[in-house]
């Protein structure tokens, strides 16, 4: 039986919430020296573990059944999940919540990229407008968070920048592929073997880096727990839930709440407070990003 609308827009508000709160539980790790390729690992690994009671009583078989392309697909993208998720766990060692956010929110700007440049498709010049608006935001960010006060004393605010765009990109990556391999694969055994390969690239990340996985204050492990339960399993979750039930304009508005909203916790938290030139240019991203997806559902429509 499909829910009511009152019961999606409940679920659509919780995800609003898991998913923006889960950076506030990334800084609250680091708060207890936690590295960020280890927040990585928890929040990955526990996607893995939640799903693997399926895949031992049922989707192993829907795993063999699957071609071997889609397999080494799926895992690549996991390989791209882990990554993104290690290189924005990192940023926000160096950069503020706000800009994080901000420049993670410009993905369907790569997607769109990436369509074109791998997938040989065309862009309308509405969504080469948005790219162009995200693109005057993002160097209005990266030249404010040159001069801004730093979060920490060691903080690279240039460095943060770079990863979060790099995360992005990356995630992207994982999005182009993961359309690809959806089309003919089951969700769950899809998704397993992405939390899987992104638990193992962000253990290697780990084993590379010379990372110890004991040794933390407990708090700092509940902290990536928590993480793992509103952006892993809630969040990400309850949104794909709804897709099923509602328009992808309602996904869109999602979008562009979830960086605001963390930039509100963190303000209230952290007091975390952007500058005027960083706060105009994550107002230009987010804006590019809309653009670009209506551009995107026009497409779709016509």
């Known amino acids: 039986m499909a829910p009511s609308t009152a019961q999606i827009g409940v679920l659509?508000?919780?995800?609003?919430?898991?998913?923006?709160?889960?950076?506030?539980?990334?800084?609250?790790?680091?708060?207890?020296?936690?590295?960020?390729?280890?927040?990585?690992?928890?929040?990955?690994?526990?996607?893995?573990?939640?799903?693997?009671?399926?895949?031992?009583?049922?989707?192993?078989?829907?795993i063999r059944q699957m071609p071997a392309r889609s397999r080494w697909l799926a895992v690549a993208a996991g390989t791209l999940f882990g990554i993104n998720i290690t290189l924005m766990a990192t940023s926000l060692t160096h950069i503020s919540?706000?800009?994080?956010?901000?420049?993670?929110?410009?993905?369907?700007?790569?997607?769109?990229?990436?369509?074109?440049?791998?997938?040989?498709?065309?862009?309308?010049?509405?969504?080469?407008?948005?790219?162009?608006?995200?693109?005057?935001?993002?160097?209005?960010?990266?030249?404010?968070?040159?001069g801004a006060p730093v979060i920490s004393d060691d903080a690279n605010p240039g460095l943060g920048v770079l990863l979060a765009a790099i995360s992005a990109c990356s995630a992207a990556l994982y999005i182009t592929i993961g359309r690809t391999v959806r089309s003919t694969t089951s969700f769950i055994p899809?998704?397993?073997?992405?939390?899987?390969?992104?638990?193992a690239v962000t253990l290697l990340i780990i084993g590379l880096s010379r990372v110890s996985l004991v040794g933390y204050d407990i708090r700092g492990y509940l902290w990536v727990l928590l993480l793992a339960i509103l952006a892993q399993i809630i969040g990400h979750g309850a949104l794909n839930f709804v897709l099923k039930y509602v328009s992808p304009s309602v996904i869109t508005v999602t979008a562009q709440v979830m960086p605001v909203?963390?930039?509100?916790?963190?303000?209230?938290?952290?007091?975390?407070?952007?500058?005027?030139?960083?706060?105009?240019?994550?107002?230009?991203?987010?804006l590019g990003v809309t653009i670009v997806l209506r551009g995107q559902r026009r497409g779709a429509t016509d």
């Open 97 to 146: 919540i706000m800009i994080n956010q901000a420049l993670i929110a410009t993905i369907p700007i790569w997607v769109a990229v990436f369509e074109v440049t791998l997938l040989k498709g065309t862009l309308s010049r509405a969504i080469w407008a948005g790219i162009s608006v995200a693109l005057a935001g993002g160097l209005v960010v990266a030249f404010a968070s040159s």
């Open 261 to 286: 909203l963390a930039a509100f916790w963190a303000f209230v938290i952290f007091s975390e407070i952007p500058t005027s030139w960083q706060a105009l240019g994550s107002a230009l991203l987010l």
């Open 190 to 199: 899809y998704i397993w073997l992405v939390y899987t390969a992104g638990s």
């Open 12 to 62: 659509v508000a919780i995800s609003i919430f898991a998913w923006s709160f889960g950076p506030i539980c990334v800084r609250y790790a680091f708060q207890y020296d936690m590295p960020p390729a280890l927040v990585a690992f928890g929040r990955m690994f526990t996607g893995t573990v939640m799903f693997a009671p399926y895949i031992w009583y049922r989707g192993r078989q829907e």
